[in-house]
């Protein structure tokens, strides 16, 4: 895989390049300087993957990434972001310019081999997700097979759950304005983000959505016609207490290499409403929800997987769909009115 990399920084394009140069699929082919360097050369070389800083002389970031996109629609674009309200800002923008993902850049650069092996971590398995050589996990990219059921589940849906990861901003941003304000039921997210991130994306999610959008915080009231995001860093639980559902935050283990992870929130929702949770798997790399998924059809809970068409990453999704926990795989564009159709037929009924 031939990646271009973008930095006005020496010491960040070092970084970055030796981390690649440990893996042996991995070639960076060139490195630029702004972002006026970065267009020609994405012309010019054609790389399969590009890491793009955001600030930068000339032509930052997100300039760059428009011109790179008037005429590379596809080309999968990890945009490099620092860990402050500006950083995750900037990062949110470019998502929503079809930035294909991002990568967070170490905050001590000092310790370069730290500095190494933070870049590497984060960076690695991204290209190999977006270049189309995902790491081969249980069900992912397999064959999609649709959970059969020997009769309907009889029990109305009190809950709707929604995990995402790589995409996951952008497929948030385009669901949940179609759901309906009196949805009628809580609506709880976990998308793979760190601090600030989740509550930035909170903030932009409830300026397009009918429903409220907020960060979640320890005790919380699980309250329809309410969204609550995981916050970054930290697992989202749901437990009931004498006056309803609460959230439950703790900074636990991670899983799937994740905090916080889908898993933990669905298992925590299996207690709850059993078969009266619906879940949504939506774009993501890995295979995070997967195991919470199994738990919750067990119960008799519904679930919806998005399609690989309209997935920037099919790993998470794929990996529901292709365990057979699915009841339907949809495109990101129909989820939201089978959510809504189904949240509204059983409940009416």
């Not at 500006?86 to 930035?99: F, Y």
């Not at 997700?129 to 649709?146: E, I, N, Q």
């Not at 900074?251 to 905090?259: A, H, T, V």
């Amino acid at each position: 895989m031939r990646v271009l990399v973008v930095d006005d920084s020496a010491l960040v394009r070092r970084l970055v390049t030796t981390a690649l140069s440990s893996a042996t699929d991995i070639d960076v082919i060139a490195v630029a300087k702004d972002g006026l360097e970065a267009v020609r050369m994405v012309d010019e070389l054609r790389p399969d993957v590009v890491t793009l800083d955001i600030e930068m002389p000339n032509l930052d970031g997100l300039g760059a990434l428009t011109q790179i996109r008037e005429k590379h629609a596809r080309l999968p674009v990890i945009m490099f972001s620092t860990l402050t309200e500006r950083g995750a800002t900037a990062t949110l923008d470019a998502l929503s310019r079809g930035a294909s993902d991002y990568v967070t850049k170490p905050s001590n650069t000092g310790q370069i081999a730290d500095g190494i092996a933070a870049v590497r971590d984060q960076l690695v398995p991204r290209i190999r997700a977006l270049a189309g050589m995902r790491k081969l996990t249980p069900g992912a990219g397999g064959p999609v097979v649709r959970r059969e059921r020997a009769t309907p589940p009889a029990q109305s849906v009190s809950a709707l759950l929604i995990g995402c990861s790589t995409g996951g901003p952008d497929a948030l941003a385009r669901l949940l304005p179609r759901l309906p304000g009196d949805l009628g039921v809580p609506v709880l997210i976990v998308q793979h983000m760190p601090p600030v991130f989740t509550a930035m994306l909170a903030q932009r999610l409830d300026r397009v959505s009918a429903l409220t959008v907020r960060e979640a915080a320890d005790g919380d009231e699980v309250r329809p016609g309410e969204v609550l995001i995981a916050p970054g860093d930290f697992h989202m639980r749901l437990q009931r207490s004498p006056l309803g559902t609460r959230v439950v935050l703790d900074q636990g283990p991670q899983e799937n290499f994740c905090r916080p992870a889908v898993d933990v929130l669905f298992r925590s929702a299996v207690q709850l409403y059993g078969g009266g949770a619906l879940a949504t798997i939506l774009t993501g790399m890995g295979q995070d929800g997967l195991a919470g998924a199994r738990e919750l059809a067990a119960a008799g809970a519904r679930i919806l997987a998005q399609d690989e068409d309209s997935s920037v990453v099919w790993g998470m999704p794929g990996a529901v769909a292709g365990a057979g926990l699915a009841d339907d795989v949809l495109p990101l564009e129909q989820l939201a009115d089978r959510i809504t159709a189904t949240v509204r037929r059983t409940r009416a009924a």
